[in-house]
């Protein structure tokens, strides 16, 4: 789940006005009843912080490395459809050019990972539980 509107639109083809686009779906009522249906399934905070980690572990450059070779400054309006969630820097140095410093894409695998295993640890619990009334029930284990 992205949850951010206009990059879910342009995911979805959406291409010329994704941010339009992302509000006239999300005022659908089978839209807005899918998307609260699928949230429901997932713990929020846990859900958005993995988001997060996935689209700095695996989002696209492109539009910070358009930035950077680009010959004349960007309109707001551009600068307001570039993806630059992955950049943590810019700077414009004395000397001129312009540097761009990207947050490390393996922090968020990292926690990814960590999160992961988390999730792995507590379910064992829950096929402990299961084999144990596979055992009550059939006199053996159900893993077996």
Do not use: H
Not at 4 to 13: F, L, P, Q, T
Not at 78 to 101: C, S, W, Y
């Amino acid at each position: 789940m992205l949850r951010n509107g206009s990059e879910a639109a342009a995911r979805s083809g959406y291409t010329l006005s994704p941010k339009s686009a992302s509000v006239k779906l999300l005022a659908r009522k089978e839209i807005a009843d899918e998307i609260a249906a699928v949230s429901a399934r997932f713990k929020p905070v846990q859900t958005e912080a993995a988001t997060g980690y996935k689209r700095l572990a695996f989002g696209s450059a492109a539009d910070a490395l358009s930035l950077l070779f680009c010959e004349e400054a960007p309109t707001k309006e551009e600068l307001a459809e570039m993806d630059l969630f992955n950049v943590a820097e810019i700077k414009r140095p004395k000397g001129g050019g312009l540097e761009i410093k990207f947050f490390d894409r393996l922090k968020p695998l990292e926690r990814l990972s960590e999160m992961s295993e988390s999730e792995t640890a507590t379910a064992i619990p829950f096929y402990e539980a299961l084999n144990g009334s596979a055992k009550a029930l059939y006199g053996r284990d159900g893993f077996e």
